[in-house]
């Protein structure tokens, strides 16, 4: 069997269905089999993005850190200041050896689960997701009018995030979801956030959300910012990429 590469998951790490995604023993056992996978990109593609928002003195924690270098590489950067957090017990227990081995002692690792969040209100500075969120809609239904037990847990996530920032605190989430989906969330009244967007890729579009605590604006309350769909499109290389799945039936692949 070949080794897993962010470029080639083996074929036995993909699942039967998308709503697998949803299946804590699918993650534990997957895990067990690979050592490294990066969702929507590694980081030098959206180095230039993420760097404009997080310095060395930040707090960060990042939301479902599954096996991705991500937290090595803001290590890397001088941002030490890092919580890494997942359900899977696997997940944690490997990346919690990864860095030990490479000297990142700083780095806490914890099991939990993002929609209870086992911190304190206001003790982090940066919360960044990077396809974790996006499980939460695999088997959402209706994109314009998601299932409720969805809506339940995309908004019980997003609560425990604004209450664990600190004022000025921003969540970057990076993602498939178009703001026309996003954004009906982001805006909900209960948050104080603003909302940004940026793009990344080449012809296959991610998403880089940028939210800051308590700089909410009217025109966030009133959703009247212009949008401007890139267009997209499958490029062959992305083609031998697992993230396109969270934009196509495994199923309907199948037929």
Not at 140 to 165: C, I, K, Y
Not at 222 to 241: G, R, T
């Given at each position: ?175 498939f979801g178009q703001p026309h989906f996003r954004r009906p969330f982001f805006n909900k009244s209960e948050f ?54 969270f934009r196509t039936n495994v199923d309907e692949l199948q037929n």
């Amino acid at each position: 069997m070949d080794k897993p590469t962010a470029q080639n998951p083996v074929a036995d790490e993909l699942p039967s269905s998308a709503s697998a995604y949803l299946d804590p023993q699918y993650w534990d056992d997957r895990f067990k089999r690979e050592e490294h996978y990066e969702w929507f990109k590694d980081f030098s593609h959206f180095r230039h993005l993420i760097l404009d928002h997080i310095n060395p003195s930040y707090s960060v924690l990042e939301l479902g850190c599954g096996n991705s270098q991500l937290c090595e590489e803001l290590y890397s950067e001088g941002i030490t200041d890092i919580t890494c957090i997942d359900l899977s017990p696997v997940a944690v227990e490997k990346m919690s050896q990864r860095l030990l081995s490479k000297g990142y002692k700083e780095i806490k690792v914890l099991e939990a689960d993002m929609l209870d969040l086992p911190f304190g209100d206001e003790c982090f500075d940066v919360v960044i997701e990077k396809g974790t969120m996006d499980v939460l809609f695999v088997d959402s239904g209706d994109p314009w009018n998601p299932r409720s037990e969805t809506v339940n847990n995309v908004m019980a996530m997003l609560r425990q995030v604004h209450r664990v920032l600190r004022p000025n605190g921003i969540f970057i989430s990076i993602t498939f979801g178009q703001p026309h989906f996003r954004r009906p969330f982001f805006n909900k009244s209960e948050f104080t956030w603003s909302v940004e967007w940026k793009t990344f890729g080449d012809g296959f579009h991610y998403f880089f959300y940028i939210l800051k605590k308590g700089e909410r604006r009217l025109e966030d309350e009133e959703c009247s910012k212009k949008i401007e769909m890139p267009s997209i499109s499958l490029y062959h290389e992305e083609l031998d990429n697992e993230d396109y799945l969270f934009r196509t039936n495994v199923d309907e692949l199948q037929n």
